[in-house]
Each structure stands twice: as structure tokens, then as C-alpha cells.
């Protein structure tokens, strides 16, 4: 009799990963510390009980478990890796620090678009065990697949008809020993390109290629085509950076594919972003909001300080997640009228600030920082308040999305706010 797999991780990935092996008629044991699982511990001892193991992403390297894991001669996957096992169609991944959303978003509507079925899974918030037991789980249909570094960790088995890495920089070093580390995860998904497979690359990835002497013979780098962008409509979002870069790479892409330019243009330009990334809230007496809550790393942080016009008051701040805080700092204050940071780091970014930018304030409650943001940008002419925080939500919320929505509510209490035309 066949030995069960054991799943780590009761939650999205965890559970969806379950109803796929019993689907295939695996027997499972389902682990979890917090208890939502069949037990709550795991040991050396019991390793030869099972045939896999099966990691949630939320499981780092150096957990115990994983440690355990690396060190037996079980099969040890990710739930995407086991999933993919059972995915009868293609596989697109989509990485990067920044735009992996996005980017998988806009090549999913493209695909529909031109009559194939295709699904969006993976870190985008759809496990792809579940598009493994979907309707959509057949030859000829696509799966495109936003893989967080997490997720790349344990990937073998994979394999990938095509892959996008959108861009590089420090991120998750709460999780990664160094910015080796972090990159090395994500080149893990280079192993996985089938021969002769489409590799789309960012020129910034293509120089960490280099530095990291990992190259791709079959990669492409991809370069901003500016004509390409011109041909979208006015008001699509990838008409501007950061957007444009995304689409960029997209067209690429689309070119390795030999499928028509037009539906990717037409998906471009009914495109609309996803919630809390960099988008106007409400005008308020000349005063522009701008919620990009998602904004979680100082990559994400600056490309908005980019696009956004100036004069800029800039509300930072959150948990920090390891990086060159100071060497931050130092490129906010180029771009920024006033700083307001809150939180548990603003202690640490006031100092950093300070030192060249001569307004910074400082909050420990997210709605104060917000309100005092708006109290300083009503004294700016045209100014634009600008949530990027650069940190991650989870010292006063529980996901970017919920500092995204009390931003929203704090504004549009502020009186005579009122939503741009």
C-alpha cells in the first residue's frame, strides 16, 4: 500500500494541495503548529512514514521541518511543484520583486482574449491544485503562474514553458540570509524551463544574472518599446512607468509565442490594476491621494515616487523586512516634498530622512500619519499625498490590503473630499 503524503500548512495552499491528492487517491496527513491540522508535530522519526512532503510556502529553509525535510531522501515539494505534476496544459511563470501580479494578470486576459482557456494561479491568490481539479485542467489551456521566492524554493519536477522575471531587488531579507539567498530562490525556476522555452528577463535581472554568474543561453532580455507602448490607448494603465516595464515584457513574451500583437494591445488597454496599487483615491482642495498600500519593498516604493508628479508628501513606514534602510532613505528624500512615517520603523526612517530632507514627522498610529499627511500637503500647492509605504502592513494590520482600506476610509473622512473626474 501506498505510503501518505504529508502536508505542511493548514491554510489556502495546504488545503487546496489535500483536495488534489485525495483526487488522485493519495491519503494525506495534514500538519499544522497552530493546530487546524490532524497533528501538530513533526519529527525525525517520522519521516518513513511517508511517500511526500508537501511545503506550504509560508514554511522558510530553516524551520525545523524543512531542515528535516532537506536532510531525508523524501520527496520534498512545494504545493505548486506537486500540483504541476497533474497540470495537463502549459505553464507561463511570472516573477520578479515587483509587477508579478500584474504582469500575470494582464497575460491571462490576453490568452482569453485570443480563445484559449487559461487560468491565473499560484501567489495571485489561486492555488494551482485547485486549477489542477478545475474544468480548465486539460490539454491545450494555460496556466500562468505568479511564483513568489518563496514558492520557488522547492521546485523540482517543474516543468515550464516559459518564463518572465520582471525585475530584482532587496526584498524579504527578514526571510533570506542575504540578497544571495533571495536571488538564488528565484533562479531556482530557470531549472525548470523545458528545453527550448521562452525566458523574458528585465535588463535589471539580466545584470544580477551576471553578478550572480547564473546566465540563461535562452533568456531575452527585454527592453522598454517605447513605439509598442505608443500604440495603447491614452488612458491604459501600462501607458506609464512603472506599467510601461511590465508591458514591455509582456510584448516580448507575446513575440516568443508568435501570437498576435493586437490582443495583447486590446487586453493593455481594458486592463485595470488591482486593488491598492498606486491608484487615485480622491481629490481633495487640489490635493491628490494616492493609495499604493501594496507597495511592500523599497523597489515597489520608489518606481511610485517615479510615476507620481511633484510635490510629493510621502507617508512611509510598517515592519521592516530587512534592507539598506539609510541608502533608502537617501533616495526618498531626492524625490519628496515632506515625509510622514508611522509604525515601528519610523523612528528608524526619521533618522535616515532627516539628515537631507528638512520636513519629516513622525506617527506611531497609521490614521494619525494619514491625517497629518493631508494637513501638510493642504499648505502645498498641487501637492499629491502619496501611501508607498515601502514595509510591510503587519505591525498594525494583517495584510497590505487592510492598510490599503483604512487609508481609503481615513481620506474620505477628511472634509469636502471628493473622487477626481
Known sequence: MSKPYAIFGAGLSGQAARRLAHSQGIETVLIDEAGQGDRSHFEAADLADFGALIFSPGFAQDHPWRVLAAESDVACWSEMAFAARYWQGAMIAVTGTNGKSTLTALLDTALRLGGYDSVAAGNIGYPLSDAALSASNRPGSYAV?????????????????????????????DRYANISDYFDAKANLFDCLKPGAACVVGA??????????????????????????????????????????????????WWWLEMPTSQLIAA?????????????????????????SKATNFHATLAALEAVPSPIVWIGGGRAKGGDVDAFCQDVALSVEAAVVYGEVAERLAAGLQASLGSVHVHSRFEDAVVAAAELASRIPRANVVLSPGFSSFDQYTSYAERGKSFIDTVLSLKRARKPS
Open 204 to 253: 535589471q535581472v539580466a545584470d544580477w544574472m551576471e553578478r550572480m554568474q547564473r546566465p540563461f543561453e535562452a533568456s531575452t532580455i527585454a527592453i522598454e518599446d517605447a513605439t509598442l507602448v505608443l500604440q495603447l490607448a491614452s488612458d491604459s494603465v501600462f501607458h506609464c512607468f512603472p506599467s510601461s516595464e511590465n508591458f514591455s515584457l509582456a510584448a516580448e513574451l
Open 268 to 292: 493593455a488597454n481594458t486592463f485595470k490594476l488591482a486593488p491598492h496599487r498606486l491608484s487615485v483615491v480622491c481629490e481633495r482642495e487640489g490635493v491628490r491621494f494616492w493609495d499604493d
Open 145 to 173: 503562474l505568479e511564483i513568489s521566492s518563496f514558492q520557488a524554493e522547492l521546485v523540482e519536477g517543474m516543468q515550464l514553458d516559459a518564463l518572465v522575471w520582471t525585475n530584482f531587488a532587496e526584498d524579504h531579507l
